[in-house]
């Protein structure tokens, strides 16, 4: 959440700084700024403009502003409405100090009344303002720029990475990490600051990941990191692979429908990647043999599209290991009192591996004493880092705010780890692994036959006729329960229609009350006989009810099919996989409504690819 870019070298700030804060749109769009040391004059420039970072560019063109030390913010709201009062940099009151940050000062409101009680006055409404005159208020008192970073941030607390331009200091940027992701480009005789690699990608690959709780001290010449207790701190950067720094859409309109289509090459590599897991590899993982033999209960923890992955693995594991698993969203996890786990591993889900809610209940588990894996689309992310073991979802970098191929990778590969340990633990035969190798990959050619054979019909005939509806009842049962959710999520988060979703065995409790001609349901089959048969009934009861119904069916559930208004008819795979084999129309239907109704897919309203705030 929110985009951070910041650049000292020789070369034009402005130039640098506009081109990583389009890489980091992704991360917040409601408004945008850029702040520099001018080099003639040494004064703090900047500029400021509400709505995307385009705005901004328009507002800059023509102006002067630039130096060799400068900084840029892309916001995603948190304190205060998205205005250019609020938006990044935040100032000193003389404007000799600004200040763009992401995260949330969680003491802010004590700060700021200190400070207003101290003859401060403050101009924005966001949390961010207390920072730069907090800066002010101790370079009044303390010199040395080390001791007044010090003095600063042991008043801090919450999560934030900010960086900070001083006129007084104006060969540095000072950037500031604690739980919120900050790393900086290491080049010769230029430096970079982002808070993603992939904005500086292309003038380095030699990243230095901030650890928690450190500032940098960052001049054109090199870094000096330090602790926030003041201690200097070595580091080695680490060499980022260039695949995970740039993606294009490759002719493609959207970044989703790329990923969309990218999603059986993603199950091919994540059956290649676990045909590469030698039992060295396996054994870094932390599922060794006494762990597992030991293993009653996993908890899986995650948020969003990761926790429906989850809970769609949650009946892998019941079914191939015999494990009783819990899903636990992470943001409610957090809250939860941690004892009597001696036999229980944690998974924490994760596609960018930065979730602030996920990484702190990993950071609790970990401080419990408890063992942590984790499997994470980010192998340079903190998750990544801070695990005892993880294992690397194949989704690669993914773009598109909604979630697609990395939900697929997730579920993929939790369905290999299941017979993994399955073999680990003695239940299957080494054979087995084998066999689900190849499940996948007959799961991946049903995945594309069946968004090859619907697309168009999506696209011109179907997404059209459900554009024009505003509210939906999405239905599943046992493993499609997850499935639907998932596809809940999509309709909210890109066409911003009202979805509830419910169990299909719920419908009669009370939900039924809502189910008229106005209101599609939508209804995910199972490959499971029993479960099917009562699926049956519920479109019956939806239909006896002048319901519309859309079924996402499998090939021979005619009495089901016979139901439907509208119906997509899926080949059979392995029953466990049968929610995959509907992933793939499933998010064609979402996205092409959302087209229709002409929404920005890959950026909507509200959102953020990576949730750094809890
Ligand atoms: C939905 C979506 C979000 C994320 C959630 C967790 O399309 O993208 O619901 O799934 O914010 O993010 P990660 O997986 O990065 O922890």
């Known amino acids: 959440m929110c985009g951070i870019v910041g650049y000292v070298g020789r070369g034009s700030s402005r130039a640098f700084v506009m081109s990583g804060l389009e890489h980091l749109e992704y991360r917040g769009y409601d408004s945008a700024g850029f702040a520099c040391i001018e080099s003639a004059s040494g004064k703090l420039l900047f500029a400021k403009a509400v709505g995307s970072l385009h705005s901004l560019v328009r507002k800059l063109d023509g102006s002067s502003i630039?130096?060799?030390?400068?900084?840029?913010?892309?916001?995603w709201a948190t304190h205060g409405a998205a205005t250019e009062l609020n938006a990044h940099p935040h100032f000193s009151a003389d404007k000799t100090i600004s200040v763009v940050h992401n995260g949330i000062i969680e003491n802010y409101g004590v700060l700021k009344q200190r400070l207003i009680q101290q003859g401060y006055s403050f101009s924005s409404e966001t949390d961010t303002e207390v920072i730069a005159h907090l800066f002010d208020e101790v370079m009044q008192r303390m010199s040395g720029l080390e001791q007044v970073v010090q003095a600063v941030v042991e008043q801090l607390q919450g999560a934030f990475a900010c960086v900070v331009l001083l006129e007084r200091y104006p060969d540095y940027l000072v950037a500031i990490r604690r739980r919120s992701p900050l790393c900086i480009g290491l080049s010769s005789g230029?430096?970079?600051?982002?808070?993603?690699?992939?904005?500086?990608?292309?003038?380095?690959?030699?990243?230095?990941?901030?650890?928690?709780?450190?500032?940098?001290?960052?001049?054109?010449?090199?870094?000096?990191?330090?602790?926030?207790?003041?201690?200097?701190?070595?580091?080695?950067?680490?060499?980022?692979?260039?695949?995970?720094?740039?993606?294009?859409?490759?002719?493609?309109?959207?970044?989703?429908?790329?990923?969309?289509?990218?999603?059986?090459?993603v199950l091919q590599e994540t059956v290649a990647f676990c045909s590469t897991l030698s039992?060295?590899?396996?054994?870094?993982?932390?599922?060794?043999?006494?762990?597992?033999?030991?293993?009653?209960?996993?908890?899986?923890?995650?948020?969003?599209?990761?926790?429906?992955?989850?809970?769609?693995?949650?009946?892998?594991?019941?079914?191939i290991d015999q494990i009783r698993v819990s899903v636990e969203l992470a943001s409610e996890f957090r809250h939860r009192a941690l004892f009597g786990f001696d036999h229980s591993v944690f998974v924490f889900l994760s596609q960018?591996?930065?979730?602030?809610?996920?990484?702190?209940?990993?950071?609790?588990?970990?401080?419990?004493?408890?063992?942590?894996?984790?499997?994470v689309n980010v192998p340079q992310s903190t998750m990544a880092r801070e695990s005892d073991g993880h294992l690397l979802t194949q989704a690669k970098r993914e773009?598109?705010?909604?979630?697609?191929?990395?939900?697929?990778?997730?579920?993929?590969?939790?369905?290999?780890?299941?017979?993994?340990?399955?073999?680990?633990?003695?239940?299957?035969?080494?054979?087995?692994?084998?066999?689900?190798?190849?499940?996948?990959?007959?799961?991946?050619?049903?995945?594309?036959?069946?968004?090859?054979?619907?697309?168009?019909?999506?696209a011109h005939d179907w997404a059209p006729r459900y554009a024009a509806y505003e509210k939906f009842i999405f239905l599943g049962r046992q493993i499609s329960y997850p499935l639907a959710r998932e596809a809940a999520l999509k309709l909210k988060e890109i066409a911003y229609c009202f979805v509830d979703c419910y169990q299909a065995g719920e419908l009669k409790h009370g939900p039924i009350a809502l189910v008229e001609p106005r209101v599609p349901v939508f209804l995910f089959s199972v490959l499971d006989e029993g479960v099917y048969r009562k699926l049956i009934g519920s479109a019956q009861e939806v239909k006896a009810r002048e319901g519309r119904l859309v079924i996402f069916a499998f090939e021979g559930q005619d009495e089901l099919i016979a139901l439907a208004d509208d119906v997509f008819i899926i080949?059979?795979?392995?029953?466990?996989?049968?929610?995959?084999?509907?992933?793939?129309?499933?998010?064609?239907c979402t996205y092409h409504i959302a087209r229709v109704l002409g929404h920005s897919i890959d950026k909507p309203r509200n959102l953020a690819k990576s949730v750094t705030v809890e």
């Open 66 to 75: 630039d130096g060799s030390v400068g900084v840029g913010h892309t916001r």
């Open 190 to 265: 230029q430096q970079f600051v982002a808070s993603d690699a992939a904005a500086f990608a292309e003038h380095t690959r030699d990243v230095l990941f901030m650890p928690d709780s450190s500032y940098a001290l960052v001049e054109r010449a090199g870094v000096r990191l330090f602790s926030f207790a003041g201690l200097p701190l070595d580091y080695v950067p680490m060499r980022v692979d260039a695949q995970w720094l740039r993606s294009t859409k490759e002719g493609f309109e959207h970044f989703m429908l790329k990923e969309i289509y990218e999603q059986k090459r």
């Open 279 to 319: 039992q060295d590899a396996w054994k870094q993982t932390g599922f060794s043999a006494e762990v597992v033999h030991d293993l009653r209960e996993l908890f899986f923890v995650a948020c969003g599209t990761s926790a429906h992955a989850a809970q769609i693995a949650a009946f892998f594991f019941e079914q």
């Open 352 to 375: 960018s591996g930065e979730t602030a809610d996920t990484l702190e209940s990993l950071r609790a588990v970990h401080e419990a004493g408890l063992r942590t894996f984790s499997l």
């Open 399 to 458: 773009v598109s705010v909604a979630s697609t191929k990395s939900f697929t990778s997730q579920v993929a590969l939790l369905y290999w780890l299941a017979f993994r340990i399955a073999y680990e633990k003695g239940l299957v035969p080494q054979d087995a692994l084998a066999e689900c190798q190849q499940d996948l990959l007959v799961l991946a050619e049903v995945f594309e036959e069946v968004m090859e054979r619907y697309d168009s019909f999506i």
């Open 571 to 588: 080949p059979h795979v392995k029953p466990l996989l049968g929610p995959l084999a509907m992933t793939g129309i499933m998010q064609l």
